[in-house]
């Protein structure tokens, strides 16, 4: 059994035995946690392990907490679930349009008329400076992105070249990085690679990657093997079989 498949092992174990001592319990709430403030939540560590635990939000006196941010975090730990569900199944647009679907239900993007909950953006959006694919060539572009994906072995640099292209894709009007992010560890998984979680404290250094991987795509490698040095650590600690 390989360290990868040890941790899956275990992630599912633990999961369907309710553990959360484990690494089953550390995946879903840093994974969570730090997907969601990287863009923007203002949920802390605390409220979203209160979250996990007990489905309930402790909240000190003068904390502003957002509906979303609550409703997005308990929406990731079901989009969590449903990628150790998925584990045998190649790479599709219906897995990704079922990650968008679940993570942003019930949100007040939801609401907005233009807004298509697992499906494909409508109206163009852009990240920092950067234009995305058009809302009309999104469709033909994740078809060529899937088929280039999934006819070939895939190693570390092949997922950062991956999660790259489909961010500036943009194919869903909100919630892109952090589908992104779960393909990022579903992948890893798949491909018996050690994932990682790049967490809110990196954010700078994880934009700056993405908008300079052309360029220099080390700035992005070194953040996510550092991030991976980090999981595996942890790993070693909870997961029985582990070594790396």
Not at 121 to 150: Q, S, W
Not at 217 to 227: I, K, M, Q, W
Request: hydrophobic share 35%.
């Amino acid at each position: 059994m390989t360290p990868v498949e040890a941790l899956i092992t275990c992630l599912r174990s633990e999961r369907q035995r309710k553990y959360k001592s484990g690494i089953y319990y550390l995946t879903q709430t840093e994974l969570a946690y730090n997907s969601n403030r990287i863009e923007g939540s203002k949920l802390t560590r605390r409220h979203t392990e209160s979250l996990f635990t007990t489905r309930t939000l402790v909240a000190d006196a003068g904390d502003i907490i957002r509906s979303d941010d609550v409703t997005e975090t308990v929406n990731h730990f079901r989009a969590f679930d449903r990628l150790l569900d998925t584990l045998d199944e190649p790479l599709t647009e219906t897995i990704l349009k079922t990650f968008h679907r679940i993570l942003k239900a019930n949100t007040s993007d939801a609401d907005l008329p233009y807004f298509r909950v697992g499906d494909y953006k409508t109206v163009a959006n852009i990240v920092g400076d950067r234009e995305t694919t058009p809302p009309e060539d999104v469709p033909e572009a994740m078809v060529h992105l899937l088929a280039h994906y999934n006819e070939r072995a895939i190693d570390f640099d092949d997922l950062l070249t991956f999660h790259v292209r489909f961010e500036r894709i943009h194919p869903f009007q909100d919630g892109n990085g952090r589908v992104g992010r779960l393909i990022l560890f579903r992948e890893c998984l798949r491909n018996d690679i050690i994932p990682f979680i790049i967490d809110a404290e990196h954010r700078d250094f994880y934009c700056r990657g993405l908008y300079y991987y052309d360029r220099e795509p080390g700035y992005l490698r070194d953040t996510c093997l550092s991030a991976q040095d980090h999981y595996t650590a942890a790993c070693q600690k909870l997961v029985p079989g582990f070594s790396a």
